[in-house]
């Protein structure tokens, strides 16, 4: 994916820099990365927390695993939505 490419993608999902210059997700949103290299592919799911370093891309868990891949071998995002607000249990007037 290009550099263009990449930013493009992800021009709609809103994130917040932290101090250590990573770009965080907000709590109900993920990204799904798609990476392969060669005959090797890669799928990286619930991704909260990503940073670019040039060529390289710092891909963070929720589980707190940390991802380095090169940005020419990510192929494809997927973007989840937040999840639906639930609806209450039971029998409701809706007041």
Known sequence: MTNEGWKAALAGVP????????????????LTLY????AAALTVPKVDALKVEGVLIRARTRKDETYVMELDDLFAIAIESPPPVDRKTG?????
Do not use: I, M, T
């Open 15 to 30: 994130v917040q820099v932290d101090g250590e210059g990573w770009s965080v997700l907000a709590p109900d949103r993920f």
């Open 35 to 38: 990476v392969a290299h060669g």
């Open 91 to 95: 029998f409701s007037s809706g007041r």
